[in-house]
């Protein structure tokens, strides 16, 4: 199981490494052959002289060539900014006040702030939209798919699929506008838009300011998971081991959740893995629908600025989290199914 | 005793070209401490016979006719009476024990589960029970083997696995469907040995499906030989082998290998089995019959008649004198037709 971890955990790091060269390039020196865009000149702020523009170069290590720009770039994205770095960016200030324009991620040239404390900011409204919604599709989906795979063509398969279709061709735009005109604004049920911080004491704003946004969007994600899961049922449960099941005399209802469900979760939990690990990335249309400032909503605004550090770090944030993803479902799949230890 | 008995029993599924008749009209019994072969082709209605008999048909089939267990009417009993007397009164081996363990639960929580479905007992006596079934099957170090996936055992293992989970509730009656193909022949020759001794013990009869004559003259008591959805002969092992009644058993006896036979391409009977959607009129063996009469192309069937003093019984309008004489040869094993 370690040893599994460990090989899990080393694969990972080296995706995120080529990922961090992927970023670098196409961020640095393809963005500067194919544009006027330098970073030094968008960091140097409206109209700068050339003298500007050198000396921000310096500044950010920008003349160095490329592989040392790059290795300092990785550096400090292990290590954290370097005290050298430090004394050069901000000299004469506290370390507190430092790590707010500089970090792992860089700095964004529009805000004058590291990306790190950007992501912080941001981060936990994405994730929070992302864990609710999730546990509302999965609530949803998993139940009505595998209801639809023992009774395939009756009356209650039939509504699902129409279920199905709704969710996977109407686009979360336009399900959260309506959402929003009918429950939030004549209804008054939801907040029209915005966030609340989470507060233990009384988690109800942030739920309430949540709940529409996240149904939304486990609308779309349900209607693909109630898909899977009713074809993953409906293969399951043609094995011959169900048969077995049957042939002892198990229950029905035992036979579908002892015996099938959890060899049907295996394709699920790994989807699921891999969507969650997306969308935490960011969910880009329904935060920028329902005005919730997360990360999606923060890489459209960098993206639009030319905000090239954010947008960067953003890009190398959500593949860090894609790559753990991975690698929490390997260890899922592996509780799951004894066979995957071994290989 | 008597402790099976099928009569005229017609399962029919519904596809969508049309109602399919996979078994029509079979009629047979099983007494107890017996072992009853039934031998035919694939598609022959073998399976759909064992599965009418344990209530396992998908929803597209349905039974008519009775099968009778003891006293007890199978055919129209509740799901949950259907289901109380599955794995408890009626228990089934089948045929590739590489897919018919759930890969992700231990060998020891499905035998507990076996015996808990149908035994109060607490979870440690059940698992004392599962112990003894696997140690009763063969298997070497049964409680370390409680602990292990079906995926670390081999098939020959896990074979017995299957065949302990079936005995582990004392059953009347076992179904065995193919036990043996899906295995390799040395394993295959082990299985039967297991099945041969569990006979004597558990005094249950057995309903034993295959293609394998060799097995049939193995481990029977009798024979029927099903051919496209019905049985066109049925006879105590040794008459099967020593006077063979029907053309189609002939075709059978003479595609197996045998050490006269040596160098020579085994025989193949010529055509294929007809379509159960449609079936052909009268015999439905007739387009393939060598020896086929106009009256055999014709309705009704043939239907089973007793031949000779050994009890067979055959279906086939082929007269006495030339089905002796065919027959002879086959037996012997010297033609290939």
Same mark, same amino acid.
């Given at each position: 199981?370690?040893?599994?971890?460990?090989?899990?955990?080393?694969?990972?790091?080296?995706?995120?490494?080529?990922?961090?060269?992927?970023?670098?390039?196409?961020?640095? %020196?393809?963005?500067?052959?194919?544009?006027?865009?330098?970073?030094?000149?968008?960091?140097?702020?409206?109209? %700068?002289?050339?003298?500007?523009?050198?000396?921000?170069?310096?500044?950010?290590?920008?003349?160095?060539?490329?592989?040392?720009?790059? !290795?300092?770039?990785?550096?400090?994205?292990?290590?954290?900014?370097?005290?050298?770095?430090?004394?050069?960016?901000?000299?004469?200030?506290? !370390?507190?006040?430092?790590?707010?324009?500089?970090?792992?991620?860089?700095?964004?040239?529009?805000?004058?702030?590291?990306?790190?404390?950007? &992501?912080?900011?941001?981060?936990?409204?994405?994730?929070?939209?992302?864990?609710?919604?999730?546990?509302?599709?999965?609530?949803?989906?998993?139940?009505?798919?595998?209801?639809?795979?023992?009774?395939?063509?009756?009356?209650?398969?039939?509504?699902?699929?129409?279920?199905?279709? &709704?969710?996977?061709?109407?686009?979360?735009?336009?399900?959260?506008?309506?959402?929003?005109?009918?429950?939030? +604004?004549?209804?008054?049920?939801?907040?029209?838009?915005? +966030?609340?911080?989470?507060?233990?004491?009384? %988690?109800? %704003?942030?739920?309430?300011?949540?709940?529409?946004?996240?149904?939304?969007?486990?609308? !779309?994600?349900?209607?693909?998971?109630?898909?899977?899961?009713?074809?993953?049922?409906?293969?399951?449960?043609?094995?011959?081991?169900?048969?077995?099941?049957?042939?002892?005399?198990?229950?029905?209802?035992?036979?579908?959740?002892?015996?099938?469900?959890?060899?049907?979760?295996?394709? &699920?939990?790994?989807?699921?893995?891999?969507?969650?690990?997306?969308?935490?990335?960011?969910?880009?249309?329904?935060?920028?629908?329902?005005?919730?400032?997360?990360?999606?909503?923060?890489?459209?605004?960098?993206?639009?600025?030319?905000?090239?550090?954010?947008?960067?770090?953003?890009?190398?944030?959500?593949?860090?989290? #894609?790559?753990?993803?991975?690698?929490?479902?390997?260890?899922?799949?592996?509780?799951?199914?004894?066979? #995957?230890?071994?290989? | 005793?008597?402790?099976?008995?099928?009569?005229?029993?017609?399962?029919?599924?519904?596809?969508?070209?049309?109602?399919?008749?996979?078994?029509?009209?079979?009629?047979?019994?099983?007494?107890?401490?017996?072992?009853?072969?039934?031998?035919?082709?694939?598609?022959?209605?073998?399976?759909?016979?064992?599965?009418?008999?344990?209530?396992?048909?998908?929803?597209?089939?349905?039974?008519?006719?009775? $099968?009778?267990?003891?006293?007890?009417?199978?055919?129209?009993?509740?799901?949950?009476?259907?289901?109380?007397?599955?794995?408890?009164?009626?228990?089934?081996i089948?045929?590739?024990p590489?897919?018919?363990?759930?890969?992700?639960?231990?060998?020891?929580?499905?035998?507990?589960?076996?015996?808990?479905?149908?035994?109060?007992?607490?979870?440690?006596?059940?698992?004392?029970?599962?112990?003894?079934?696997?140690?009763a099957v063969g298997i070497p170090?049964?409680?370390?083997?409680?602990?292990?996936?079906?995926?670390?055992l081999s098939g020959g293992m896990r074979q017995r696995v299957m065949i302990a989970?079936?005995?582990?509730?004392?059953?009347?009656?076992?179904?065995?469907?193919?036990p043996t193909?899906a295995l390799d022949v040395t394993t295959q020759a082990q299985i039967l040995e297991l099945m041969r001794d569990l006979?004597?013990?558990?005094?249950?009869?057995?309903?034993? $499906?295959?293609?394998?004559?060799?097995v049939?003259?193995e481990v029977?008591?009798?024979?029927?030989?099903?051919?496209?959805?019905? $049985?066109?002969?049925?006879?105590?092992?040794?008459?099967?082998?020593?006077?063979?009644?029907?053309?189609?058993?002939?075709?059978?006896?003479?595609?197996?290998?045998?050490?006269?036979?040596?160098?020579?391409?085994?025989?193949? $009977?010529?055509?294929?089995?007809?379509?159960?959607?449609?079936?052909?009129?009268?015999?439905?063996?007739?387009?393939?019959?060598?020896?086929?009469?106009?009256?055999?192309?014709?309705?009704?069937?043939?239907?089973?008649?007793?031949?000779?003093?050994?009890?067979?019984?055959?279906?086939?309008?082929?007269?006495?004198?030339?089905?002796?004489?065919?027959?002879?040869?086959?037996?012997?094993?010297?033609?290939?037709?």
């Amino acid at each position: 199981m370690i040893r599994f971890l460990i090989r899990r955990i080393l694969g990972g790091a080296f995706v995120v490494l080529v990922v961090t060269l992927a970023v670098f390039v196409l961020f640095g %020196p393809v963005l500067t052959w194919k544009s006027n865009i330098t970073p030094a000149r968008l960091y140097a702020g409206k109209s %700068p002289t050339a003298k500007d523009i050198e000396q921000v170069k310096t500044l950010l290590g920008l003349d160095q060539p490329y592989y040392v720009q790059y !290795a300092y770039g990785l550096r400090r994205l292990v290590l954290g900014p370097s005290q050298d770095e430090r004394d050069r960016v901000c000299p004469g200030s506290t !370390a507190e006040e430092c790590d707010q324009l500089l970090g792992r991620f860089g700095s964004s040239f529009a805000k004058q702030r590291s990306v790190d404390s950007l &992501i912080a900011a941001r981060f936990p409204v994405t994730l929070s939209l992302a864990i609710v919604s999730a546990l509302i599709w999965l609530l949803i989906s998993i139940p009505i798919g595998v209801l639809s795979a023992i009774r395939p063509r009756s009356l209650g398969d039939r509504m699902a699929t129409v279920f199905v279709l &709704i969710g996977q061709s109407l686009p979360v735009y336009y399900i959260g506008l309506l959402a929003i005109y009918f429950l939030s +604004y004549r209804l008054g049920l939801f907040p029209l838009s915005g +966030y609340e911080s989470f507060a233990i004491t009384n %988690p109800w %704003p942030w739920l309430s300011h949540l709940l529409l946004p996240a149904l939304v969007l486990a609308l !779309a994600f349900a209607a693909l998971y109630v898909r899977i899961t009713r074809s993953q049922m409906l293969d399951t449960l043609s094995e011959d081991y169900v048969r077995t099941a049957r042939a002892k005399g198990a229950s029905e209802p035992r036979v579908v959740v002892r015996h099938a469900l959890r060899n049907a979760m295996l394709p &699920i939990v790994t989807m699921f893995g891999l969507d969650l690990g997306l969308l935490l990335g960011g969910a880009i249309l329904i935060e920028v629908t329902f005005g919730l400032q997360g990360l999606g909503a923060l890489a459209v605004e960098a993206a639009k600025r030319l905000d090239v550090p954010t947008t960067a770090g953003i890009v190398l944030f959500s593949a860090i989290l #894609i790559v753990a993803a991975n690698i929490v479902v390997d260890l899922v799949c592996a509780s799951l199914d004894p066979r #995957i230890r071994l290989e | 005793m008597t402790l099976l008995t099928v009569d005229n029993l017609r399962t029919t599924f519904r596809t969508d070209d049309g109602p399919v008749c996979a078994v029509d009209g079979v009629s047979l019994t099983v007494g107890a401490g017996k072992v009853l072969g039934i031998v035919g082709e694939s598609g022959s209605g073998k399976s759909a016979l064992s599965l009418s008999i344990m209530g396992l048909l998908p929803e597209s089939a349905t039974v008519e006719g009775s $099968i009778r267990l003891g006293e007890q009417e199978l055919v129209g009993l509740s799901k949950h009476d259907l289901r109380a007397l599955r794995g408890s009164e009626v228990a089934m081996i089948f045929q590739d024990p590489m897919t018919c363990l759930n890969p992700v639960l231990t060998i020891g929580w499905q035998l507990v589960e076996a015996v808990r479905l149908h035994q109060q007992v607490s979870r440690r006596e059940a698992r004392k029970l599962a112990i003894d079934g696997l140690a009763a099957v063969g298997i070497p170090s049964p409680e370390d083997r409680l602990r292990t996936y079906p995926h670390e055992l081999s098939g020959g293992m896990r074979q017995r696995v299957m065949i302990a989970m079936a005995l582990l509730n004392r059953p009347r009656l076992l179904i065995a469907d193919e036990p043996t193909t899906a295995l390799d022949v040395t394993t295959q020759a082990q299985i039967l040995e297991l099945m041969r001794d569990l006979r004597r013990e558990v005094d249950a009869a057995i309903v034993l $499906i295959t293609h394998d004559l060799g097995v049939v003259a193995e481990v029977c008591d009798e024979v029927a030989v099903m051919y496209a959805g019905r $049985i066109v002969e049925r006879a105590p092992v040794d008459e099967l082998f020593a006077q063979p009644q029907h053309p189609y058993t002939w075709g059978l006896l003479a595609s197996l290998p045998g050490r006269s036979r040596t160098g020579q391409r085994l025989h193949q $009977i010529p055509g294929a089995p007809p379509s159960l959607l449609s079936p052909p009129p009268g015999c439905r063996f007739a387009p393939r019959c060598a020896l086929v009469l106009d009256a055999c192309r014709t309705d009704p069937a043939p239907s089973l008649a007793p031949v000779g003093a050994g009890g067979s019984q055959v279906a086939c309008l082929l007269d006495q004198s030339t089905r002796d004489r065919e027959g002879a040869r086959y037996a012997a094993g010297e033609e290939s037709a």
